[in-house]
T-cell receptor, first 112, second 114 residues
Framework: GDSVTQMEGPVTLSEEAFLTINCTYT??????LFWYVQYPGEGLQLLLK?????DKGSNKGFEATYRKETTSFHLEKGSVQVSDSAVYFC???????????FGGGTRLMVKP | DTEVTQTPKHLVMGMTNKKSLKCEQH?????MYWYKQKAKKPPELMFV???????INESVPSRFSPECPNSSLLNLHLHALQPEDSALYLC?????????????FGPGTRLTVL
């Protein structure tokens, strides 16, 4: 079946540091890939998405590129802020099962 | 309006109570979802509705009963819950079931079962 693997957290960075959160997946067919963010006490918000190979999703300074050859969708940001502290979930939708498959989540803590 | 709303925000109930969670969206979305999220875990899918018909039931116990009275509303009726059912319950909606449609999540209802 489908699966998503994320790097375990927490990831602790200083403000303005470079961020990478690794995400790899296993799926049949050609899934759509998503990054969701969950701030404390809130629901999930879509951060960015990519629906086909080599697509780059971007939003609020975050980027991720759909790499089919390495089955990866790593999240990057050039300069993190304290307000980016949250839990980040990588997810895929293979289009067949009508459901999202989530990774385990990665907690990011950014210190001033 | 790109918002999914959920009420109540918090709910405390006993094991013999009956309560309901409510979810509403006005984006014209035709797919709606219930998820359960335990602390420090990703959301787990419970139910999926498509065009107001139940499409997926992920083997959820019968003490959880979903209802979709119209295209904008989704309810989750709760009865005889167990303490292990305490969790954050998230509602989501999407334009359709196809994989490229992102899901929009509500803020959740934090449920505590005593």
């Amino acid at each position: 079946g489908d699966s998503v693997t994320q790097m375990e957290g927490p990831v602790t960075l200083s403000e303005e540091a470079f961020l990478t959160i690794n995400c790899t997946y296993t799926a049949t067919g050609y899934p759509s890939l998503f990054w969701y963010v969950q701030y404390p006490g809130e629901g999930l918000q879509l951060l960015l998405k990519a629906t086909k190979a080599d697509d780059k999703g971007s939003n609020k300074g975050f980027e991720a590129t759909y790499r089919k050859e390495t089955t990866s969708f790593h999240l990057e940001k050039g300069s993190v802020q304290v307000s980016d502290s949250a839990v980040y979930f990588c997810a895929l939708h293979d289009g067949a099962g009508n459901m999202l498959t989530f990774g385990g989540g990665t907690r990011l803590m950014v210190k001033p | 309006d790109t918002e999914v709303t959920q009420t109540p925000k918090h709910l405390v109930m006993g094991m013999t109570n009956k309560k309901s969670l409510k979810c509403e969206q006005h984006m014209g979305h035709r797919a709606m979802y219930w998820y359960k999220q335990k602390a420090k875990k990703p959301p787990e899918l419970m139910f999926v509705y498509s065009y107001e018909k139940l499409s997926i039931n992920e083997s959820v116990p019968s003490r959880f009963s979903p209802e979709c009275p119209n295209s904008s509303l989704l309810n989750l009726h709760l009865h005889a819950l167990q303490p292990e059912d305490s969790a954050l319950y998230l509602c989501a909606s999407a334009a359709g079931l196809a994989g490229y449609n992102e899901q929009f999540f509500g803020p959740g209802t934090r449920l505590t079962v005593l």
